[in-house]
């Protein structure tokens, strides 16, 4: 392999894995309304609720 085609298969990669321009981007404008509110949003602590017996988590 050649120096120049060296180059141009290291031009051919660059190329490929180069981020591709994000045209569905979006410019968030300030609202004149307020953000709704989450529909669990009971604003309090949930309570634990503990494993049945013999049960327990996996990480």
Do not use: I, K
Not at 23 to 45: I, K, L
């Amino acid at each position: 392999m050649s120096e120049v085609e060296y180059d141009l298969l290291l031009e051919a990669v660059q190329t490929a894995v180069a981020p591709a321009p994000e045209d569905d981007f979006v410019v968030q404008t300030q609202r004149s309304y307020p953000s709704p509110r989450a529909a669990n949003d009971n604003r309090g602590p949930w309570p634990l609720v503990p494993f049945p017996e013999g049960w327990h988590a996996v990480c």
